[in-house]
């Protein structure tokens, strides 16, 4: 029996390791003939990092580790091209200085890997120049970027953000300037797209955030479930003591209804994974991985009901007109992964919570968010 991938980001480990992998190479086929760079946000723990490990390996030529998946007959292996991967949640600073040397040391290690020598002392911005260049002179050159918004995520409460913001702004619109270089670009990240936000350079991005024909790109349908885990349902069920009714009914009520669309939904990856290991424990994995602190952050700081999440009807924009740092609380939290789109009507969304698990986390966050405010408060009055 292949081994569940839980923690398993890179692709080619993850193959290697006789790990069982979900096939989404069809979507990724797709994407790879647009001439605009691609953009796709989804919650923590979805698999956005796999998403990028994978491009990276298809256009890298590894026909071997693509082996019993789609792309193993559809995708030319001859045809690879270098690949520039930056992974951001690497870049863990406070100020822009900072965030500057952090970029710059990224991109001195993609050149390494091509003997690129970058000119010294460049700014991060004319090391990523020269490095698309550098490379796409002989070969267009594919770039992936992983967590865009991670420095963004972590400084929401820093008077430093927007110059943290303008350094990114510059360093992402390198991309643009370099078009004739470049093959494809894939970014990912937590916070959707906006055209005010550190992308407004960009702008020729096809954002496929609450694209239908993508809306399964990450996370498992019920349907993937069945074909890819059926000796650990086996085992979910006969510990369960379920009936195959009764136990799919319970497993969507726990995991499944994640949205981006209100038409088709999928399953949380990492709570399926950690279910099937467990053989049958319906408790909230995804919460158990530790909520990050700026959802902790924000969640102090508003004082939330939850009945003011459920049935929730906003406008179909509701996503785009802000940044995530000056974002409402339903555009923010259905970005962080606890609302999401139920049903779609013309002009309109319905948010509410995804399932039982993510319910029963976000009560906890705001019974500890509300403790910790009790808390400060009662230090300030003391």
Known sequence: MKKLPIGKQEFKGLIEDNCIYVDKTEYLLKLIDSTAPIFLSRPRRFGKSLTVTTFKELFKGNKELFKDTYAYDNWDFEQSNPVIHLDLSQVLCNDSASIEKQLYELIREQAENFDCTLLEKSTPNIAFRQLIKHLGKKKRVVILIDEYDAPILDNLANPNLIAIKTVLRGFYKIIKASEEYIRFVFITGISKFTHVGVFSALNNLEDITLSSEYASILGYTEEEIATFFPQQINLAREQLDLTDKLFWKKLAAYYNGYSWDGEHFVYNPLSILKFFRSKGKFIPYWMETGSPEYIIRYSEDKQFDITDFEQLKVSDSFLSKRDIDNASPE??????GYLTIKRSEEGSYTLDFPNQEVRRS??????????????????VGL
Not at 331 to 336: I, P
Not at 371 to 377: T, V
């Open 331 to 336: 555009s923010f939290l259905t970005q962080a």
């Open 362 to 379: 976000f009560c906890e966050l705001i019974l500890n968010a509300q403790y910790a405010h009790q808390k400060n408060n009662n230090r």
